[in-house]
């Protein structure tokens, strides 16, 4: 699958990168009792901390609030998904299960503080693209709603935008039937390289523990 970056997100934020992840043969299931464990400890953690911090004093969140204004999105209006998390979070609406790979992908966005996105592969078509969305791009979301993702950052393959740091799409999400994924990490654009490859290199172990399965990454 080729995957690319539009030029244009590269002239507003030249250091713009992102996290690829590809999975295969992997086997999605309700998730066992040390991922909800974790998940559910780390959420309680994230509600005291916000007792005594806002979502701006945590620095991945803080990039991605500036990244999101950069290219021209109102992150007050529309959040990028990570903030939207520990929003929720600080108001003790903590995140239930839906399945391994769900809960894995907003464990591993609490714990990063980046928006992720983990789709099924098999339900994409053709190349995709990262780009800025537009008036013309519309989407039915898992939010239940139909998103018009007008200068928010989006995941577009030939049907169109499939996904976006802001909410994913019905079409291509994971089911416990997927066995081929894709895993987008809109990194932090401060990060170097390296750290980055550790974190694809760490959460890629913890995935395929989980799920089995084999993985490929790089950097974007």
Do not use: C
């Amino acid at each position: 699958m080729n995957i690319s970056i539009d030029p244009k997100i590269k002239e507003i934020l030249p250091d713009f990168k992102i996290g690829i992840i590809h999975y295969s043969t992997i086997t999605v299931s309700p998730s066992p009792q040390m991922l909800q464990g974790r998940l559910q400890l780390f959420q309680e953690q994230l509600y005291f901390d916000l007792l005594d911090k806002q979502v701006t004093d945590f620095p991945g969140l803080l990039e991605w609030r500036m990244a999101w204004k950069a290219l021209g999105g109102d992150p007050s209006r529309y959040r990028p998904s990570a903030e939207a998390l520990y929003r929720r979070i600080g108001k003790q609406q903590y995140i239930h299960p839906v399945h391994s790979g769900a809960d894995l992908n907003n464990f591993l966005s609490l714990q990063y503080e980046i928006p992720l996105g983990l789709y099924d592969t098999d339900r994409i078509d053709g190349e995709v693209t990262i780009a800025i969305g537009t008036a013309d791009d519309t989407f039915e979301g898992l939010n239940n709603r139909t998103n018009t993702p007008h200068n928010l950052l989006v995941s577009k393959d030939a049907q169109g935008v499939f996904g976006s740091p802001y909410v994913d799409s019905k079409r291509t999400a994971v089911t416990e039937d997927t066995v081929n994924a894709l895993h987008i990490f809109y990194l932090r654009p401060s990060m170097n390289r390296d750290t980055a490859i550790e974190m694809l290199t760490a959460a890629s172990n913890m995935f395929t523990g989980i799920h089995g399965g084999n993985a490929d990454f790089y950097v974007l």
